[in-house]
Nanobody, 121 residues
Framework: QVQLVESGGGLVQAGGSLRLSCAAS????????TGWYRQAPGKQRELVAD???????KYVDSVKGRFTISRDNAANTVYLQMNSLKPEDTAVYYC???????????????WGQGTQVTVSA
């Protein structure tokens, strides 16, 4: 059983910063790609950023240069540093881990509970 716990959301003014974190716990053999998704009201959930175990990153165009994804493999934790926040970044942010367990080595997607990020104008 795997659980992801997110933290770091909140209310911030435009131009401010937040750092989200997501830690996985449970029976984990390995964690492959980890990422952050977000969903704003009335919109589809979108991939914001992801990072492989080796450190290769991807970002949605709208956050490039402002957000940085990183991970601590030893701590089973992924972070999203968000700088120069804009009102358009307002959404619920969800972490996602591709994880294999000791019993079943196949990769499965796990999701955090979501954390609200609100950016005021």
């Amino acid at each position: 059983q795997v659980q992801l716990v997110e933290s770091g959301g909140g209310l911030v003014q435009a131009g401010g910063s937040l750092r989200l974190s997501c830690a996985a716990s449970g029976s984990i053999f390995s964690i492959n790609t980890t990422g952050w998704y977000r969903q704003a009201p009335g919109k589809q959930r979108e991939l914001v950023a992801d990072i492989t175990r080796g450190g290769t990153t991807k970002y949605v165009d709208s956050v490039k240069g402002r957000f940085t994804i990183s991970r601590d493999n030893a701590a089973n934790t992924v972070y999203l540093q968000m700088n120069s926040l804009k009102p358009e970044d307002t959404a619920v942010y969800y972490c996602n881990f591709a994880i294999s367990g000791y019993l079943d080595r196949r990769l499965y997607d796990y999701w955090g509970q979501g954390t609200q990020v609100t950016v005021s104008a």
